[in-house]
T-cell receptor, first 112, second 112 residues
Framework: SQTIHQWPATLVQPVGSPLSLECTVE??????LYWYRQAAGRGLQLLFY??????ISSEVPQNLSASRPQDRQFILSSKKLLLSDSGFYLC???????????FGSGTRLTVV | KNQVEQSPQSLIILEGKNCTLQ??????????LRWYKQDTGRGPVSLTI?????NTKSNGRYTATLDADTKQSSLHITASQLSDSASYIC???????????FGKGTRLHILP
């Protein structure tokens, strides 16, 4: 069966420090991968999506970047975190052309 | 513009009571609609998924309805339990560009 792993679960980072969040999927090949951010009291906002290795599309301009070095690995990064980067980050995957999305357990990022 | 609107924004009910959450969408062309339950600090978990031809789908005490003509969906929770306290998110998928649009969710509080 397919599973999605996201880590770490919580992270506290100082302003200006780098960030790396990792997401991996097991049990499937060539998934579509997504990074979402959920600010407190707000809906889910799509940050990046990827339909294949090295293929990244950005939905909103921001201080973050994403990379997909392997088929089932999706990484969210920042060179210098801002206070506004605090939030709940969710990774998700779907089958290309499929009808459902499965979410990871999320990472609570607090920038101090 | 593709949008998903949920109501109410938050809801408080007593344990054992029933409730209904609403989702209206303007996504076109429509592919499918999904209800997710998101516990605080966790990733969303799928409750139901409905395609164009489906009117009702149940998952235990959760029953979702879909009216594709009026572009409305509801999630009915029967005999609520304390563990139902969570955010419920309506997600609609567009058929053309494979985009998914999230509602901002309804925050449900079940009181003992």
């Amino acid at each position: 069966s397919q599973t999605i792993h996201q880590w770490p679960a919580t992270l506290v980072q100082p302003v200006g420090s780098p960030l790396s969040l990792e997401c991996t999927v097991e049990g499937t090949s060539n998934p579509n991968l997504y990074w979402y951010r959920q600010a407190a009291g707000r809906g889910l906002q799509l940050l990046f999506y990827s339909v294949g290795i090295g293929q990244i599309s950005s939905e909103v301009p921001q201080n973050l970047s994403a990379s997909r070095p392997q088929d089932r690995q999706f990484i969210l990064s920042s060179k210098k975190l801002l206070l506004s980067d605090s939030g709940f980050y969710l990774c998700a995957w779907s089958i290309n052309g499929g009808i459902g999305y499965t979410f990871g357990s999320g990472t609570r990022l607090t920038v101090v | 513009k593709n949008q998903v609107e949920q109501s109410p924004q938050s809801l408080i009910i007593l344990e054992g009571k029933n409730c209904t959450l609403q989702c209206n969408y303007t996504v076109s062309p429509f592919s499918n609609l999904r209800w997710y339950k998101q516990d605080t600090g966790r990733g969303p978990v799928s409750l139901t998924i409905m395609t164009f031809s489906e009117n009702t789908k149940s998952n235990g005490r959760y029953t979702a309805t879909l009216d594709a003509d009026t572009k409305q969906s509801s999630l009915h929770i029967t005999a609520s339990q304390l563990s139902d306290s969570a955010s419920y998110i309506c997600v609609v998928r567009a058929n053309r560009d494979d985009k998914i649009i999230f509602g901002k969710g309804t925050r449900l509080h079940i009181l003992p």
